[in-house]
C-alpha cells in the first residue's frame, strides 16, 4: 500500500526519520515545519495522510487539524498526531479534534508504519457515501457533509457527522465503544472510551430540537450504542 503523507514537525531530525522510513516503504513525502505551511500543502497537494506535530511554531498542531476538519476539501484527510505530550486529556482533545489515531514520542518508527498503513486501510476501505438520506425530520447530505432537522442546520464535528451516519445507515444495531472507536476514529483500541461517550453527549444535544432523534440515540447498559427505528 502507498500513497502521499505529508509530514508536519518542526525538529528537522525526527522529520528526517520519518520520512526516510516512509519512503523506503514507498510513500510519497511532503514536509512542512510550521503549521501555516502544513495547511497551504494540505489544501494544495491533497495527502492521503498527515503526520502532524502538536507543539508547532505559531499556529499548534490542534489548530491546523481543526483546520483541517473544517473545510470540505481536506475534511477527509486521515491525521495521525505524534507529539511530546503524554498526558490522557491531550490525546482526548486530540482526537476530540478530528485526529484519527495518537502517538506519543519517543516512538518507534515500525510501530507509526504500522499505524499509518492501518489508518490508510481503513480509509481505502470504507467508500465514500453521496447522496441523501432522510430519517423522518432529519436529513443527511453524505457529500456536502451536512445534516439538516427541518430546516435548521446541525453545526456538527466530522466526528459527530461520522457518528450519526454510522448509525443512521445501520438502524438497530448494537455497536461497542470499541467498535464504535475502530469505525469512526480508525484506530486500535487503546485503554480508554470516554471520548465515545463526550461525542454521545454532544451528538444528543445537538439533536434535542427533535426530542424523537436525540432519544433515538439510546445506550444500551453494559454494551454500547444503538439507533433504534423511529
Known amino acids: 500500500m502507498t500513497g502521499k503523507i505529508l509530514i ?14 516512509l519512503e523506503k516503504e514507498g510513500y510519497a513525502v511532503l514536509e512542512a515545519e510550521d503549521g501555516n505551511t502544513a495547511l497551504a500543502l494540505a489544501r494544495r497537494e491533497r495527502p492521503d495522510l498527515v503526520v502532524l506535530d502538536l507543539m508547532l511554531p505559531g499556529k499548534d498542531g490542534l489548530d491546523v487539524c481543526r483546520a483541517m476538519k473544517s473545510a470540505r476539501e481536506t475534511a477527509g ?4 498526531m505524534l507529539t511530546a505530550k503524554a498526558e490522557e486529556v491531550d490525546k482526548i ?3 476530540e479534534m478530528g485526529a484519527d489515531d495518537y502517538m506519543v514520542k519517543p516512538f518507534s518508527p515500525r510501530e507509526l508504519l504500522a499505524r499509518i498503513k492501518a489508518v490508510l486501510r481503513r480509509s481505502q476501505k470504507d467508500a465514500p457515501l453521496t447522496g441523501e438520506l432522510v430519517v423522518g425530520n432529519l436529513k443527511l447530505n453524505f457529500s456536502r457533509y451536512e445534516a439538516h432537522i427541518g430546516k435548521e442546520k446541525l453545526e456538527l464535528t466530522p466526528k ?17 465503544r470499541e ?4 469505525k469512526v476514529w480508525g484506530y486500535e483500541y487503546f485503554g480508554d472510551t470516554r471520548t465515545v461517550d463526550v461525542h454521545i453527549r454532544h451528538l444528543r444535544a445537538k439533536l434535542s430540537i427533535d426530542p424523537v432523534l436525540a432519544e433515538a440515540i439510546e445506550t444500551v447498559r ?9
Do not use: H, M, S
Not at 8 to 21: A, G, K, P, T
Not at 77 to 80: R, S
Not at 168 to 174: H, K, L, M, P, S
Open 222 to 230: 453494559g454494551v454500547g450504542y444503538r439507533f433504534r427505528e423511529i
Open 179 to 182: 467498535q464504535l472507536l475502530d
Open 77 to 80: 484527510i486521515a491525521i495521525i
Open 160 to 176: 459527530e457527522f461520522e457518528l450519526l451516519k454510522l448509525f443512521v445507515t445501520d438502524v438497530g444495531r448494537v455497536f461497542t
Open 93 to 95: 482533545i486530540g482526537l
Open 8 to 21: 508536519v514537525e518542526d525538529e528537522i531530525n525526527i522529520r528526517e526519520l520519518v520520512r526516510f522510513n
